[in-house]
């Protein structure tokens, strides 16, 4: 991540969201910068002096993280051309047989670059999840990138260190074909405050400083039921609908 993708990941991290992080310091993300300037009584100059990245660096909830994210040097030369970032076609949902296989075989645990907890019994932390063999280094990318945007204190204002399940043989509600969770392909965050049923902006992950945890996620491929459909916002699959 370059200081330009740091700034525009923070400035969307205090809800001030500039659209997709990806370095273009435009018109958006300028105007963005001066409304959380303005709003934290700096002086309102469209660019992120010393005074404005200090700001920046603070979490963004009422929760003190025990770090804060380290700024990118901006004085470091980037590479003139950037390969692609990748970007996995996943298979539709009715293809999921013929590309992972049985269901609930192929499983691997997957560790985490931070510690998580169970949502139905908040006093066990996790360091590791179970993950189908075929998505695990896809989402080990996306965790790592998790850890680089958000604070602690900061994951865990916005719950996505709630752990709410990956693997469970299971049709999907209400129909006979098998959820995504049966390959463990699928993995739920802070169900609690994102329910089947709850809808924008009432689900906590349908907010501004949820869109880095979201672009992440889409930029390995994986699918956002509440992006997609504004439903169970707690779940993202590797599969397409």
Same mark, same amino acid.
């Given at each position: 991540?370059?200081?330009? *993708?740091?700034? *525009?990941?923070?400035?969307?991290?205090?809800? =001030?969201? !500039?659209?997709?992080?990806?370095g273009n310091v435009g018109p958006v993300? @300028?105007?963005?910068?001066?409304?959380?300037?303005?709003?934290?009584?700096?002086? !309102?100059?469209?660019? #992120?002096?010393?005074?404005?990245?200090?700001?920046?660096?603070?979490?963004?909830?009422?929760v003190l993280p025990e770090k804060l994210?380290?700024?990118?040097?901006?004085?470091?030369?980037?590479?003139?051309?950037?390969?692609?970032?990748?970007?996995?076609?996943?298979?539709? *949902? #009715?293809?999921?047989?013929? !590309?992972?296989?049985?269901?609930?075989?192929?499983?691997?645990?997957?560790?985490?670059?931070? #510690?998580?907890?169970?949502?139905?019994?908040? +006093?066990?932390?996790?360091?590791? @999840? +179970?993950?189908?063999?075929?998505?695990?280094?896809?989402?080990?990318?996306?965790? /790592?990138?998790?850890?680089?945007? =958000?604070? /602690?204190?900061?994951?865990?204002?916005?719950?996505?260190?709630?752990?709410?399940?990956?693997?469970?043989?299971?049709?999907?509600?209400?129909?006979?074909? =098998?959820?995504?969770? +049966?390959?463990?392909?699928?993995?739920?965050?802070?169900?609690?405050?994102?329910?089947?049923?709850?809808?924008?902006?009432? #689900?906590?992950?349908?907010?501004?400083?949820?869109?880095?945890?979201?672009?992440?996620? /889409?930029? /390995?491929?994986?699918l956002s039921l509440g992006r997609a459909?504004?439903?169970?916002?707690?779940?993202?699959?590797?599969?397409?609908?």
């Amino acid at each position: 991540m370059n200081f330009e *993708q740091w700034l *525009q990941s923070r400035l969307t991290a205090h809800g =001030y969201p !500039v659209g997709g992080i990806d370095g273009n310091v435009g018109p958006v993300s @300028i105007a963005a910068l001066k409304a959380f300037q303005r709003a934290r009584g700096l002086e !309102v100059t469209g660019k #992120a002096d010393g005074t404005t990245v200090s700001h920046l660096r603070m979490p963004s909830s009422a929760v003190l993280p025990e770090k804060l994210v380290g700024v990118p040097d901006r004085n470091i030369a980037e590479p003139a051309v950037k390969p692609a970032p990748s970007r996995n076609l996943w298979p539709r *949902q #009715a293809d999921c047989m013929t !590309v992972f296989g049985p269901v609930g075989t192929s499983q691997v645990l997957v560790e985490l670059p931070f #510690a998580m907890v169970l949502a139905w019994d908040k +006093s066990v932390r996790i360091r590791k @999840i +179970s993950l189908h063999s075929k998505v695990a280094t896809s989402a080990s990318r996306v965790f /790592e990138q998790v850890a680089e945007f =958000y604070t /602690e204190g900061e994951r865990a204002a916005l719950g996505l260190n709630i752990f709410g399940g990956s693997l469970n043989v299971r049709r999907m509600r209400g129909g006979t074909a =098998y959820s995504m969770h +049966s390959w463990a392909i699928a993995i739920d965050f802070d169900p609690e405050r994102n329910g089947l049923n709850v809808k924008a902006p009432q #689900a906590r992950l349908s907010h501004a400083d949820a869109v880095p945890f979201w672009e992440a996620w /889409e930029a /390995e491929g994986w699918l956002s039921l509440g992006r997609a459909k504004n439903f169970d916002w707690m779940h993202v699959q590797a599969a397409r609908l």
